[in-house]
């Protein structure tokens, strides 16, 4: 990761395909996409998924790289709590 801040855009934008799912939504880094966090069907209703898209050279991660939440906030909180980790990694 090199920006400061993550942007956050609906997938639709970046990707006419996905245009129909309003609740798909792009981290960025810049310009590189590094995470998505999706509403998905559940068996207790709805649930939402989040996914780091990153790699990186070195040690593995020791933390999560994607997970289920009850709601969207949870998900952006755990994915970029994943991503920072990462660029601690990248730091050291």
């Not at 855009?9 to 395909?17: F, L, Q």
């Amino acid at each position: 990761m090199t920006s400061q801040r993550i942007t956050w855009v609906r997938a639709g934008e970046r990707h006419p395909d996905l245009a129909g799912e309003p609740d798909h939504f792009i981290a960025l880094d810049g310009e590189t996409e590094v995470g998505v966090v999706k509403l998905v069907p559940a068996p207790a209703g709805a649930e939402w998924i989040w996914s780091m898209l990153v790699g990186h050279p070195g040690p593995a991660f020791t933390r999560l790289t994607n997970g289920r939440t009850q709601t969207r906030g949870e998900a952006a909180r755990e994915l970029l709590a994943a991503l920072m980790h990462g660029k601690e990694l990248l730091a050291a």
